[in-house]
């Protein structure tokens, strides 16, 4: 089952069903990942009570409650100010995330679908200033087609300049 976290007016926690489509679609995840939240759901439900469903949340409170959001935030925070990375928010991760993946070049196509954008049109407007990168591999490509071009035609040229002084 999959569930939706909200915080209503930062105070009372509701824990319903997504409310689009598209959040309740599938997600890709690493071994790696997937891996570290088994772990992870294996150590929360050890920590629950008797009769917890075994659906339970995987980031939970040791009663199995939700996490209040704000809790994740000041934890994130205080976990980064300990490695001297720069303050941010959660939502900033999703952009690093864009980040990296456009960054290693990883088709925008593919981040949309990703990160959820209802339009490719969406992800360009928000990280288009990270493709760069794209417009000089589009002219690199370019050129190095034009210069394969232009060694097959002087081959070619050079051939028959042969076979006609042969």
């Known amino acids: 089952m999959r569930w939706n976290l909200t915080a209503v007016n930062n105070n009372r926690l ?13 997600v890709s995840l690493s071994p790696r990942v997937a891996t570290a939240l088994e772990r992870q759901a294996t150590l929360a439900r050890a920590g629950q009570p008797a009769g917890t469903p075994p659906e339970g949340l995987v980031f939970c409170q040791p009663d199995g409650s939700p996490l209040r959001p704000q809790g994740i935030l000041t ?10 990375l720069p303050r941010i928010g959660v939502h900033d991760l999703r952009h690093t995330a864009a980040t990296i993946m456009i960054s290693s070049r990883v088709p925008l196509a593919v981040v949309s679908k990703t990160l959820r954008h209802s339009t490719l049109s969406t992800t360009v407007n928000l990280y288009g200033h990270l493709l760069p990168h794209a417009a000089r591999d589009a002219v690199t490509a370019i050129d ?23």
């Open 75 to 84: 934890e994130l925070r205080r976990r980064g100010e300990e490695l001297g």
């Open 144 to 166: 190095e087609a034009l210069t394969r071009a232009d060694r097959k035609h002087h081959q070619q040229t050079d051939q028959a300049s042969e076979d006609r002084a042969a």
């Open 14 to 26: 509701y824990l319903g069903h997504p409310k689009t489509r598209a959040s309740r679609n599938w």
